[in-house]
């Protein structure tokens, strides 16, 4: 559909909310009412060469709102969980695509790119039951690599080149430690794990870009640090051994250093964060940004506060990342604060909602929103 299209078919609705429905769904202080968009989040980013989009879970799919909000913001969607592995393969050769291929039809029929997440979540948290309970038996290494490059490239030729961009590796390294999270697979394979996968789907996927996903931050503090240090080391391996990796996705779920009481979001330390940007440039890693989104127990419960904190540190954190022309994808993870991941992995002491995400629990549009979009305006073209 046209942009001047979508931008017709959602103007009423905008209208209608702007001009005032008072109460919001979860009983919070209605927030102040933001401007109409008039152009897309999409259509912005791409005037700088960026693609916009978010992730889609099923919930959200099947929700008429949360798809007209698509079609007038995003260029790309990516599966929240539709295409992991306990999804996909949630018994060993039994494959199961119909959640994924939904996302994936409704994609291509409104002419939105897809990025896949993800062919391998090496942690032991996220892999099916299955593997993790898995008997190796004598020759554990060469079973393990057979699992990772079965279900590798099952999914990766099941969508071919509909699906340009992967995850090939999520969050393989320890967010404390910076080294390689244990998992059955880890355990023979060590961190050829990880290689297996990447040329996994290489072979299957010649053409795609294939990513290394995971969530260091800007954060300061010691864990943060070997979080970035373990990635680094992890990335400089891969390229010593030739392992196809193209592109690092820098997950952005920002403002996790803010702690309840603490006012704020946390120290950061920049300067650390853009030696570790530039290291990984310097492989030759172009940048994503995967699953922007921003943690407000730090924050005062005011909404009104919250929403221009949460804002200014969205816009803080564009401007700064999109100053580097490596960065070629931005996606939030989820559209609607209500039907985010962060309202019951990271809740709020006080017990109110949290506010992560661009639009509200009413589908209206917040300061973030705008952030993102003046971000996606001062940004240097690519
Ligand atoms: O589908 C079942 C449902 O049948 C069941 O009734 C319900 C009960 O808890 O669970 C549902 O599954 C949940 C699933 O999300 C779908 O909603 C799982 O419990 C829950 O653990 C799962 O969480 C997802 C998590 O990844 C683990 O896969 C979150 O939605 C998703 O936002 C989160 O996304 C990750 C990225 O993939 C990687 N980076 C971090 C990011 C946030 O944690």
């Known amino acids: 559909m046209a942009e001047l299209d979508r931008r017709h078919l959602l103007a009423a609705p905008f209208a209608l909310a702007v001009a005032g429905c008072g109460s919001t769904a979860n009983n919070s202080p209605a927030p102040i009412p933001q401007p109409v968009p008039t152009e897309g989040l999409h259509a912005l980013a791409s005037q700088k060469g960026v693609a916009f989009g978010f992730a889609m879970g099923t919930g959200q799919f099947n929700d008429p709102r949360v798809r007209e909000i698509a079609k007038l913001e995003c260029g790309l969607i990516v599966c929240e969980n539709e295409h992991k592995w306990p999804a996909t393969e949630p018994a060993e050769g039994r494959f199961d695509f119909r959640a994924g291929d939904a996302i994936v039809a409704f994609a291509e029929q409104n002419r939105m790119a897809m990025r896949g997440h993800t062919l391998f979540w090496a942690s032991p948290r996220w892999l099916p039951r299955w593997v993790t309970n898995y008997d190796l038996g004598s020759a554990p290494a060469s079973k393990a690599a057979s699992l990772i490059t079965t279900h590798v490239q099952t999914v990766a030729r099941h ?52 990513v290394y996903n995971d969530f260091m931050s800007w954060d300061a503090g010691r864990t943060a640090a070997a979080h970035r240090d373990g990635v680094l080391r992890l990335l400089e391996g891969m390229k010593a051994r030739n392992v196809p990796v193209d592109a690092l996705g820098i997950q ?95 809740p709020r002491a006080d017990g109110l909602p949290v506010r992560p995400l661009p639009y509200d629990a009413n589908f209206q549009p917040k300061p973030m929103r705008e952030a993102i979009a003046a971000a996606f305006r001062a940004a240097p073209a690519r």
């Open 159 to 210: 969508y071919g080149d509909r699906i340009p961009t992967w995850d090939a590796v999520n969050e393989a390294i320890d967010n404390d430690t910076g080294q390689l999270r244990d998992t059955v697979l880890s355990k023979p394979l060590g961190v050829q794990c990880v290689d297996i996968a990447f040329r996994a789907a290489r072979e299957a996927l010649p053409k795609a870009k294939l």
């Open 252 to 346: 952005g779920h920002i403002g996790g250093g803010g702690q309840p009481g603490s006012g704020g979001f946390g120290a950061l330390d920049e300067s650390a964060w853009r030696r570790f940007l530039d290291e990984a440039r310097g492989m030759g890693l172009t940048f994503q940004i995967t699953e922007l989104d921003v943690q407000d127990r730090g924050l005062p419960a005011e909404v009104t506060t919250r929403d221009r904190e949460v804002a200014a540190h969205t816009k803080a954190f564009l401007d700064m990342m999109l100053s580097y022309k490596e960065v070629d994808q931005v996606l939030t993870w989820g559209l609607v604060d209500h039907q985010s991941w962060v309202q019951s992995f990271f």
